[in-house]
């Protein structure tokens, strides 16, 4: 049957044809200005090559931590109800509409030396500002709402009348939360994990506060614009960018390996 095309869809096609253009070409423009000489020089250059390093695992690590407290609080969040409920998912999404460089402020203020937190990571070898652990708090405070939002909507389509069933035959809500509903929600835990993971690699503004030093690239990519210019920060950002969706892509193309082949 032949879909007939009304004015009005035309019309929404070149109004979205506008907003991926508003996307795709600033991106566009940055790669083409870029030549593969500068791009191989700026790869070999030790500074870059562990800034990035550094953001990879940095993002990474954080997304792991986080994933231990995440993931049974988007299962509560899912099943059950309790007081503040509403209050709970709004603090959630607190990190999406703050400043970011106030984020920082506020980890700060927790974090650094001379408060409890600050000065029980000293106590055990960990240092929060100018470290890659305040670098991992930096990115974790500001991608975990992905992480928390993914998992609870892929909780609360998991069924309910199946871990019902389960506890009704006398297993434990623990083995229940681990043998049905995660392994039921687990393509859109993924997807949280992947989202929470590349929005961490791309923070800035929180990071910059706590620990300038060791650098992730995104603050080095601002340390050369403002040092050197655009023509020294262009291919740093080209470079950085190429990683971040060369990784993104992969690990979306695991997870739909693993969609298709659970099918």
């Not at 703050?98 to 070898?125: C, D, Y």
């Amino acid at each position: 049957m032949t879909q007939r095309t009304e004015p009005a869809h035309l019309v929404f096609a070149a109004l979205g044809g506008l907003v991926l253009l508003f996307i795709v070409a600033p991106l566009a423009g940055m790669f083409f200005s870029t030549t593969p000489a500068e791009l191989v020089d700026t790869a070999t250059e030790r500074e870059v090559a562990a800034s990035v390093r550094l953001t990879l695992l940095a993002a990474m690590g954080a997304t792991l931590l986080s994933a231990i407290g995440a993931i049974p609080l988007a299962w509560l969040l899912a099943r059950r109800t309790f007081p503040l409920k509403p209050l709970v998912n709004g603090i959630v999404d607190v990190p999406i509409v703050i400043p970011h460089s106030a984020a920082g402020i506020a980890l700060l203020g927790v974090l650094s030396p001379g408060t409890p937190v600050g000065e029980l990571g000293e106590a055990v070898g960990i240092r929060f500002v100018g470290g890659p652990a305040g670098i991992m708090a930096g990115m974790a405070f500001v991608s975990v709402p992905f992480l928390v939002n993914a998992a609870r909507d892929g909780f609360a389509a998991v069924p309910v009348q199946l871990e019902q069933a389960a506890l009704n035959l006398g297993a434990s809500p623990l083995r229940v939360f681990l043998t049905i509903s995660v392994p039921l929600a687990w393509r859109s835990i993924l997807s949280g994990l992947i989202m929470m993971w590349a929005r961490g690699m791309s923070e800035f503004g929180a990071v910059l506060v706590i620990a300038y030093h060791p650098m992730i690239t995104p603050v080095l990519i601002y340390e050369r614009f403002g040092a050197f210019g655009l023509k020294y920060a262009r291919p740093v950002s080209v470079l950085f960018i190429a990683i971040c969706l060369a990784f993104f892509l992969a690990l979306r193309v695991v997870a739909g390996g693993r969609r298709h082949a659970a099918r």
